[in-house]
Every structure is written in C-alpha cells, then in structure tokens.
T-cell receptor, first 115, second 113 residues
Framework: GESVGLHLPTLSVQEGDNSIINCAYS??????FIWYKQESGKGPQFIID?????DKRQGQRVTVLLNKTVKHLSLQIAATQPGDSAVYFC??????????????FGQGTILTVHP | DTAVSQTPKYLVTQMGNDKSIKCEQN?????MYWYKQDSKKFLKIMFS???????INETVPNRFSPKSPDKAHLNLHINSLELGDSAVYFC????????????FGPGTRLTVT
C-alpha cells in the first residue's frame, strides 16, 4: 500500500549547524502533512504542519517545505541545538475516503546533535 | 498539569495474560487514539474514538478491545497476550476528528515474556 518513508534514518550534525530531515511520500491524495519530534522515553510532540495548498511554512527555528511534484517533504532546523536530538517523524493525511484524523507516519529519522 | 496521561508507564507480563492500559486527557478534546510503536520506532494507529464512538478501527487482532467510558478516557484491554504484542503503546487526543494535530501521552512500554 501507499506509505510515507524517510530517505535518511540517521543524521548527525554539530551544534549550531542547520539540519535538514527529508521525507518522501507516495500518496498523491494526501492533503496535510505534519512533523513530530520524539525524545527518548517520551511521546511524539507536534512541531509544525503544512497543507497541500502551500509549499513552505515557517515556525520558530523550523521550516517545512513541500514539493508536491516529486512528493517530497522536508524539515529544516536552524541553528540546531543539543536539545533537538530526537527521532523526527513525518506523517500524512489522505484527503480521500474517511478523514477522521487518521495519520500515516513515516519510519522516523534519528537526529543527533554534537556539542 | 499533564495533558494526556497513561497508566501504567511500564507493564511486564507473561504470555496468555489479560492486561489493560488506561488513558486520560484533560484538554477537553473530542477525539482520542491508540497507537502502537514497534522496536523499529514505526508508529501505527490502532483505534480512534470521537465522543465515545469508534471511528477508526485498523486491522488489529480482536484480542485488543478499546473502551471509552467518556470522551476524556480511552482504555485499551488486551486479552491473551502474545510475544508480538510487546511494544510501546501511545494514547493521543485531538480537538476534533477533523483536527489533525494530535497530542500524545508518554507511552506505555508493554513487555510480554
């Protein structure tokens, strides 16, 4: 079936660098995308979302880019800090069929920030 | 001040036993969810309730039975536990079924021996 996937399972960066986490999705019917951060021993925490009628959205130190042509989603973290170390998930919602808030999650990327 | 809480945080039990995990949210949300996260961190939805009504029921063995006594609570009962049930189970809630920002609980790590 269609699913959300990530290109890089692990990413290591130095403190202060910018980080880019990528996600490929295959369901062209998806109309909403969301990034979650999961720290060790905790539940996923919302970071930022974007609807399919947008191609960029910015938050505090984070930017999500959506390229519907190639079905690609990315999360950019500016000036990465050690506290950003976590597993990052992208998730998608399918516009078709039942839309009761069902999210399909990608596998996750482990981000490690070295001081 | 916890938004979504789960109990217990850890659960170790033997195969064949029956166990329950409880979830409560104090956000006033209408919709609650159960997710299973396996050892590879893959997160998959199991169930969703909106105002105590089941609205999402993924392909989950019928040994798993969710129960929502009110919209602030969604419990998960598991019968005849199997080794493959070992995982972290997350409860989540959202303001409404059409609101996609979901707030997750801290998780319950279930280990079946």
């Amino acid at each position: 079936g269609e699913s959300v996937g990530l290109h890089l399972p692990t990413l290591s960066v130095q403190e202060g660098d910018n980080s880019i986490i990528n996600c490929a999705y295959s369901n062209s019917a998806s109309d909403y995308f969301i990034w979650y951060k999961q720290e060790s021993g905790k539940g996923p925490q919302f970071i930022i979302d974007i609807r399919s009628n947008m191609d960029k959205r910015q938050g505090q130190r984070v930017t999500v880019l959506l390229n519907k042509t190639v079905k690609h989603l990315s999360l950019q973290i500016a000036a990465t800090q050690p506290g950003d170390s976590a597993v990052y998930f992208c998730a998608e919602k399918n516009a078709g069929g039942t839309s009761y808030g069902k999210l399909t999650f990608g596998q996750g990327t482990i981000l490690t920030v070295h001081p | 001040d916890t938004a979504v809480s789960q109990t217990p945080k850890y659960l170790v039990t033997q195969m064949g036993n029956d166990k329950s995990i409880k979830c409560e949210q104090n956000l006033g949300h209408d919709t609650m969810y159960w997710y299973k996260q396996d050892s590879k961190k893959f997160l998959k939805i199991m169930f969703s309730y909106n105002n105590k009504e089941l609205i999402i029921n993924e392909t989950v063995p019928n040994r798993f039975s969710p129960k929502s006594p009110d919209k602030a609570h969604l419990n998960l009962h598991i019968n005849s536990l199997e080794l493959g049930d070992s995982a972290v189970y997350f409860c989540a809630s959202s303001q409404a079924s059409g609101a996609y920002e979901q707030y997750f609980g801290p998780g319950t790590r279930l280990t079946v021996t």
